[in-house]
């Protein structure tokens, strides 16, 4: 592999971010018809497209190079969505404003029109939350201010950046 080349196998990247407990890079990308994922990046790995992916062409039909979910040799998705929410911006939650989101993985969704919170034990997706469905609007990025809120940002003509806590009663 080329020095100048930091990985390869992405299909359509979204969201990236520091990861600031680790230091690794986090990136999540649009799968086809299904297979969206995030997949924690290293340099000089394969993350498998079009070889290895969970989703199929948007005719339904395979993707005519895959030969698989995972194929040896390429790194497996870290997580990943069978049926695919659109992903976008993604940011990792740090602040002490709000307690219960510490370590956890914010993602927007484009498609399912929500903001996807991911909880961690270690680097190991525990579990997973849909936020903010009643909105009705694509969530195009999401990030954490100063203030320890999160702020979502839709992508419609008349876009609107949401600020969002928790009701800490």
Same mark, same amino acid.
């Given at each position: 592999?080329?020095?100048? $080349?930091? =990985?390869?196998?992405? !299909?359509?990247?979204?969201?990236?971010?520091?990861?600031?407990? =680790?230091?690794?890079?986090?990136?999540?990308?649009?799968?086809?018809?299904?297979?969206? %994922?995030?997949?924690? $990046?290293? !340099?000089? &790995? /394969?993350?498998?497209?079009?070889?290895?992916?969970?989703? $199929? /062409?948007?005719?339904?039909?395979? #993707?005519?190079?895959?030969?698989?979910?995972?194929?040896?040799?390429?790194?497996?998705?870290?997580?990943?969505? %069978?049926? =695919?929410?659109? $992903?976008?911006?993604?940011?990792?939650? +740090?602040? +002490? !404003?709000? &307690?219960?989101?510490?370590?956890?993985?914010?993602? @927007?969704?484009?498609?399912?029109? %929500?903001? #996807?919170?991911?909880?961690?034990? @270690?680097? &190991?997706?525990?579990?997973?939350?849909?936020?903010?469905?009643?909105? &009705?609007?694509?969530?195009? +990025?999401?990030?954490?201010?100063?203030?320890?809120?999160?702020?979502?940002?839709? +992508?419609?003509? /008349?876009?609107?950046?949401? !600020?969002?806590?928790?009701?800490?009663?």
């Amino acid at each position: 592999m080329r020095p100048e $080349i930091w =990985s390869y196998g992405q !299909r359509n990247p979204q969201g990236l971010a520091l990861n600031p407990w =680790s230091g690794t890079i986090w990136e999540n990308e649009h799968g086809p018809r299904g297979g969206d %994922e995030v997949n924690i $990046i290293e !340099r000089g &790995k /394969n993350y498998g497209w079009p070889l290895a992916t969970h989703g $199929i /062409n948007y005719s339904q039909a395979p #993707i005519p190079e895959a030969q698989g979910k995972t194929v040896e040799g390429t790194v497996a998705p870290h997580h990943v969505w %069978e049926k =695919s929410p659109g $992903i976008s911006g993604m940011a990792f939650y +740090d602040a +002490d !404003r709000f &307690k219960p989101w510490q370590h956890n993985v914010f993602i @927007g969704a484009l498609a399912s029109q %929500e903001l #996807i919170r991911l909880q961690f034990d @270690g680097d &190991k997706v525990v579990h997973e939350e849909r936020l903010l469905g009643g909105l &009705k609007a694509r969530i195009r +990025d999401v990030r954490q201010g100063p203030d320890g809120f999160l702020y979502v940002l839709t +992508d419609e003509d /008349n876009g609107v950046l949401y !600020r969002i806590g928790l009701n800490q009663d």
